[in-house]
C-alpha cells in the first residue's frame, strides 16, 4: 500500500485505533513551507487537464479562482503559486517517468512474447 495514495485514511485509522500503520512508517515528513502548498496542490489536483500526452499542469487560471476566493493577497498569491507550481511540475515530470517505464516495460514484455517460439 502506497502512502501517498492513502494518507487520510491512513491517518485515520492510526487515530482512531492508536497503532500507527506501517505505511506510514517511512512517510517522509514535509517541511513547515511545503505543508500549505500540499494543502493547496491536493485541492486543485482535481482540476487539470488531460491531453493525448497524459497529465497537464494544474492550470493558473484554477489557482487564482481559488486563491480570490480565500482572498489572498497579490503576494501571497504570487508566491503560494511558485510554490505550488513548482510542487505539481515534479509531480506531473515523476507520474509521467514512472508511467514511460512502465510502457517500456510492457512493450519489453510484448517482444518477448512475440519472438518467443510456439510450442505445438
Known amino acids: 500500500m502506497s502512502w501517498a495514495d492513502n494518507i487520510e ?3 485515520d485509522i492510526w487515530q482512531e485505533t492508536g497503532e500507527k500503520p506501517a505505511a506510514l512508517a517511512n512517510r517522509p515528513e514535509l517541511r513547515e513551507r511545503w505543508v500549505l502548498t500540499q494543502r493547496v496542490w491536493s485541492e486543485l489536483s482535481g482540476s487539470r487537464n488531460y491531453t493525448a500526452g497524459g497529465l ?3 492550470p493558473f487560471s484554477e489557482f487564482y ?3 480570490v476566493a480565500h482572498e489572498y493577497t497579490k ?3 504570487q508566491s503560494t503559486w511558485e510554490d ?4 505539481d511540475k515534479t509531480w506531473v ?3 509521467q517517468k514512472k508511467a514511460s517505464e512502465e510502457r517500456e516495460a510492457q512493450l519489453a514484455k510484448q517482444k518477448r512474447t512475440s519472438s518467443s517460439p510456439k510450442l505445438r
Open 9 to 11: 485514511m491512513l491517518q
Open 56 to 58: 497537464a499542469e494544474i
Open 65 to 67: 479562482l481559488w486563491a
Open 75 to 77: 503576494a501571497q498569491m
Open 84 to 87: 505550488m507550481h513548482l510542487f
Open 93 to 95: 515530470g515523476e507520474h
